[in-house]
């Protein structure tokens, strides 16, 4: 084969494969046009769900107006807070561990373990946090849905943290050592900055799991705890009806919104590096 040839070899690609560009769209349009279709017809002026009069925001007004809804809606918003807050301090500790705390023994036994709810099946964990909250007649309320969605969390809050430790290297601690800085101060002044991108897209995700989440909320909530998805699945027993299109509307939008907020916030950039070579600067002349 002569040179020539070999240069009009090209890789294998599967975009330029015969109907991968059909298959694609297809398999878009199965995942996103329901949502579609949910959008819009929670614009619709009639009462009924599938038959389209007009365009109007009169079931947003009624949602705004309702207010077991406006409560369930601060009981989640309330519990994804405090759960946030806890299972980011639990993931930054996590990561921390495995991406700087060195090799040690049962280490990949702890991160399958942290890990373990993005494995097990959701309705399981829901169960067995049920059971065990009874066994040991732990019945109070809100805490209960923050504790078992600080546990459900982790594992995403986790996952940005550590990828971000683990693409900012070591390097800038170490010219900080080498500057004499201290541990503490290499970590305050140096890690945390710029672990901070990484601790903002992995809290977004801790808050939007725990906002969206059914199946824990459900087994575990109890009378006046009831969260936003839960009273939803309440609403749709007598049908779907145009309010449950305008609350599901209200959370795909947040959902997506800070779904995109923490992946615009958690790209690699060069700002990061030369905040990381800043701070190794000022480490030393402190």
């Known amino acids: 084969m002569t040179t020539a040839a070999r240069r009009k070899i090209r890789p294998f690609d599967w975009r330029h494969n015969p109907g991968f560009g059909i298959f694609s769209l297809a398999v878009m349009s199965f995942l996103y046009l329901p949502l579609v279709i949910l959008v819009v017809y929670s614009f619709n002026a009639n009462r009924f769900v599938t038959v389209w009069t007009g365009f109007s925001l009169h079931w947003f007004t009624r949602v705004a107006n309702n207010g077991d809804i406006r409560h369930a809606a601060w009981v989640s918003v309330l519990v994804g807070v405090l759960a946030t807050i806890c299972s980011t301090a639990i993931a930054i500790a996590a990561a921390l561990g495995f991406e700087r705390g060195g090799r040690f023994k049962g280490e990949a036994a702890a991160n399958s373990l942290v890990m373990m709810p993005l494995v097990v099946p959701e309705i399981v964990t829901a169960i067995t946090t049920l059971i065990f909250f009874s066994s040991i007649g732990f019945h109070f309320g809100v805490l209960n849905l923050v504790l078992a969605h600080t546990v459900f969390c982790v594992p995403f ?130």
């Open 157 to 286: 809050a986790m996952l940005p943290i550590q990828a971000r430790l683990n693409t900012i290297g070591t390097a800038y601690e170490d010219a900080g050592r080498d500057l004499y800085g201290g541990e503490w101060r290499i970590f305050m002044r140096i890690t945390l900055p710029l672990m901070v991108p990484g601790i903002m897209a992995g809290a977004i995700l801790a808050f939007v799991t725990s906002l969206d989440d059914f199946l824990i909320s459900f087994m575990v909530s109890s009378a006046g705890t009831t969260t936003l998805p839960v009273y939803v699945y309440g609403m749709m027993r007598l049908g779907v009806t145009p309010e449950v299109n305008a609350i599901s509307t209200i959370l795909l939008v947040i959902s997506a919104a800070l779904a995109l907020v923490a992946f615009l916030i958690s790209r690699p950039n060069e700002a990061g590096a030369a905040a990381g070579t800043a701070a190794a600067a000022a480490t030393a002349t402190t």
